[in-house]
């Protein structure tokens, strides 16, 4: 069974950094790009961040540009977001995802992606 497990989420003040991780079982997504998605309340869902299989390309939103910075560690099959300088705005449930299929880039819409984390809620408190 394939699983996406998010951890690092919580509660922090404005201006505070938090380390998101996802944590990938039951295949690997080596050649997969992947990416985090959030939704906040009463908001549609957004991309976040996105990378390639490789790390070598990386997409950041435009509202997170600067702040946040995505990686991945493939021997560890792990994903990770890296959140500095936390907005209230930031307040979101976050969704890791990958995609089934190798590719050689990233992709930003939701529909490109096979499989997602359960979540972790991120509140940034001003």
């Known amino acids: 069974q394939v699983q996406l497990v998010e951890s690092g989420g919580g509660l922090v003040q404005a201006g505070g950094s938090l380390r998101l991780s996802c944590a990938a079982s039951g295949r690997t997504f080596s050649s997969s790009a992947m990416g985090w998605f959030r939704q906040a309340p009463g908001k549609e869902r957004e991309i976040v961040a996105a990378i390639s299989w490789n790390g070598d390309s990386t997409y950041v939103a435009d509202s997170v540009k600067g702040r946040f910075t995505i990686s991945r560690d493939n021997f560890k099959n792990t994903l990770y977001l890296q959140m500095n300088s936390l907005k209230p705005e930031d307040t979101a449930v976050y969704y890791c995802?990958?995609?089934?299929?190798?590719?050689?880039?990233?992709?930003?819409?939701?529909?490109?992606?096979?499989?997602w984390g359960q979540g972790t809620q991120v509140t940034a408190s001003s």
């Open positions: 995802v990958a995609s089934a299929h190798p590719s050689g880039t990233y992709f930003i819409t939701p529909y490109e992606y096979d499989y």
